[in-house]
């Protein structure tokens, strides 16, 4: 039992409880959970100390285990191994996901009024993605240690963004695809012209030369908006 002046939050959650939850996100929601219950998006990039870390709760997020006794005991035995099977590497990152996912569900509980709306109305609605800042998108790069890991990466629906999320994959050598068109696999590759995103050329460019110009990089694809 709880008083107005002592509510639990879910940072007060165990680990085992939030890496059970993390199993039923999709990968993105996953990794902003772990930011949200480190710290603000905004300090993720700008902490004068240095690019913060990832604290417990986080690293219970981003890296779920299936021998976790509430896995065990809400998803049962099976369940629980076939979530491990899925666990996250966080080689490959799709904002797209995200949305997939949020449609599902307004396709489950509205499937009448959704079948009656044609695709281009569905991808001018408002959605998770849209709404995401440099703040946020650059959080996630830094709680999932992108630089390290991250080999594919579709900023699909991001359209606020500026480029400057990106700085946390400066000098990486492990990056092989970005795709900075922001097109969603439903739309078309000019649903957003390079007039129309935020995408800055002079915030950008110095990110992906510090790339380029690593020793042994990995970078072989990059997709502009057109």
């Known amino acids: 039992r709880t008083s107005p002046g002592n509510s639990i939050g879910i940072v007060d959650l165990p680990n085992e409880a939030l890496a059970t939850i993390s199993i039923f996100l999709p990968q993105t929601s996953v990794a902003l959970l772990a930011v949200a219950v480190t710290a603000p998006p905004l300090s993720w990039l700008n902490n004068s100390t240095g690019q913060r870390r990832p604290s417990a709760k986080s690293k219970a997020i981003l890296s779920p285990s299936s021998t976790s006794s509430h896995s065990h005991a809400i998803l049962g035995e099976g369940k629980a191994k076939g979530s491990h099977d899925r666990s996250i590497r966080w080689d490959v990152l799709d904002f797209e996901d995200i949305d997939e ?15 009656s709306e044609s695709s281009d109305s569905f991808e001018e609605e408002e959605t998770l993605a849209n709404k995401l800042s440099d703040d946020d998108v650059g959080a996630i790069l ?85």
């Open 101 to 115: 996912s949020n449609a599902n569900h307004q396709q489950l509980t509205d499937d009448d009024s959704r079948s």
């Open 142 to 226: 830094v709680c999932i240690d992108a630089v390290n890991k991250l080999k594919r990466l579709k900023l699909a629906g991001c359209i606020n963004i500026t480029g400057r999320c990106l700085k946390p994959l400066c000098r990486s050598v492990v990056l092989e695809q970005l795709d900075l068109s922001l097109v969603k696999r439903r739309q078309c590759p000019y649903y957003h012209s390079a007039s129309e995103t935020r995408i800055t050329e002079t915030v950008v460019l110095p990110i992906l030369r510090s790339i380029v110009t690593s020793p042994g990089n990995s970078l072989s694809h990059i997709q502009f908006p057109k």
